[in-house]
């Protein structure tokens, strides 16, 4: 197996990763103790967390990010100051002015694979979407962005792999001419082409605000083992979580990659990790059963490296990049 050639690194311009997607994780958390989602008086209180970062990129101000999307300083027992948000209100509601999060990816290759590795610096924890729709639905569930200037510069980087990789290409039935999706109720319009997904690794307890959240809510809700009928130290409890989520070949996997124009952003190279089929069904606790799409296979980490990474088909990633590169003067444009 060979070793990681890095090829360039990139400012982040947004980066979500929801976890709140995957069943596989909200199983294990419910067979820990965990109820999520809990409900309170019509309130979701223990909500899986959404890892988020979204300060970049802007072609005006950052907008404050009002609290109901927002996991409260008070969940992991801190205050807002410690966090560096700032109070404030938008349209009536209480919101906080985040300060902007430091995201990098470092790109290389692998055995024909583009290695997108993630730096993740600063992030903060969200616990809704804009979106109506419930997380397991979705098919797209962890995306990044990065600012469209780059994209020559990426392309131009990997041409010289391409010779070695010539066996490779994109999935068979993928359609060269890239696809078109609108979605945040037509605040984002991107052109895309599916890529063969080799390998990803994604895990939701490498990121230390999730570590505090998870403790605090073990002792609040006094979770415990399922062995046992007596409460235990919580972080003995979050360190027998498997909250890594891994490739799983059963699963039809694979990346959007192309070009996106998000309302208030310049244009953007995005990569969308998607899966669709099966579905799977889980022990709910909201209701008793409840049906989503599968995301991977969960493996135990012990949250040391703190790799977060996708890996693309190497051809296929330079094809998708090429043909959306078309698509970027047909992104809307603002005034």
Not at 86 to 110: H, S
Not at 252 to 281: D, H, W, Y
Request: charge should be positive; include cysteine.
């Amino acid at each position: 197996m060979s070793s990681v050639v890095l090829l360039k690194r990139y400012p982040v311009d947004t980066l979500q990763l929801y976890f709140a997607a995957s069943l596989e994780l909200q199983e294990e958390l419910i067979n820990h103790g965990f109820h999520v989602p809990k409900s309170r008086n019509g309130k979701v209180v223990v909500p899986v967390p959404i890892i988020y970062s979204n300060f970049r990129g802007w072609l005006k101000p950052a907008e404050p990010i009002t609290i109901e999307r927002l996991i409260p300083p008070e969940w992991l027992n801190l205050k807002p100051q410690q966090l560096g948000w700032i109070k404030c209100a938008r349209d009536g509601k209480e919101a906080y002015l985040l300060p902007q999060e430091e995201i990098y990816v470092n790109v290389g290759v692998k055995d024909c694979g583009v290695v997108l590795d993630l730096d993740v610096k600063e992030y903060h924890l969200e616990r809704t979407s804009i979106r109506g729709v419930n997380p397991e639905k979705w098919t797209n569930w962890a995306m990044l962005y990065i600012s469209a200037e780059y994209l020559d510069d990426l392309i131009s980087a990997l041409e010289s792999y391409l010779p070695i990789c010539h066996h490779s290409s994109l999935a068979p039935g993928s359609a060269l001419k890239p696809r078109r999706e609108v979605q945040q109720g037509g605040k984002e319009v991107t052109y895309y082409v599916e890529v063969p997904v080799k390998e990803f690794s994604l895990c939701l307890g490498c990121f230390d605000l999730v570590q505090r959240y998870l403790s605090v809510k073990a002792k609040e809700h006094c979770v415990i083992d399922p062995n046992s009928v007596l409460c235990v130290n919580p972080h003995f409890v979050i360190s027998n979580l498997k909250l890594r989520l891994t490739r799983n070949h059963t699963v039809r996997t694979f990346a959007k990659v192309g070009v996106a124009k998000i309302s208030g952003k310049r244009p953007q190279v995005m990569v969308k990790l998607a899966s669709n089929e099966p579905k799977i069904t889980i022990r709910g606790v909201l209701k008793e059963r409840v049906e989503g799409k599968a995301r991977g296979k969960l493996v135990h980490c012990d949250h040391k490296e703190r790799k977060q990474h996708l890996i693309l088909d190497l051809v296929g990633f330079y094809k998708a990049l090429i043909i959306a590169e078309e698509y970027l003067d047909k992104l809307p444009r603002e005034e």
